[in-house]
């Protein structure tokens, strides 16, 4: 078999990218589903209620807790392609340059 190029670069790149952009798009995409998708308003009648008690007290959570989890896997790949990156060969130095010209960093879960 052939050996694989690996640029440490493209790699930290990739795990940058995912700690923070597809983190914060997590997020952006939960507080959407608690706010609007999990919303009891328009359920105020007798036969609806229950329904609105459902999405307020069992849907909302569930829904929080799912994507909480999700937004730490995605941090957690980001970390682990930045560690791969270093791994082979990435300097501190050209990762600090990286992380300038992205504006990139990690958010507070």
């Known amino acids: 078999m052939g050996k694989t190029q ?13 700690s923070t952009t597809v983190s914060q798009n997590f997020y952006t995409i939960r507080m959407t589903a608690e706010f609007e998708g999990c919303n009891p ?6 036969l609806l ?3 609105a008690l459902f999405l307020d007290q069992v849907a909302k959570p569930a829904v929080g807790e799912a994507f909480e989890l999700a937004q ?17 060969g990435l300097t501190d130095k050209e990762a600090a340059d990286s992380v300038q010209q992205t504006g990139g960093g990690h958010i507070a879960i």
Do not use: H, Q, R, T
Request: glycine share 10%; with cysteine; proline share 5%.
């Open 6 to 18: 690996v640029d440490p670069k493209e790699v930290y790149n990739c795990g940058n990218y995912y």
């Open 41 to 46: 308003s328009g359920f105020e009648a007798l």
């Open 49 to 51: 209620e229950p329904l």
């Open 72 to 88: 730490k896997k995605m941090v957690s790949l980001g970390d682990g392609l930045i560690s791969a990156a270093k791994a082979y």
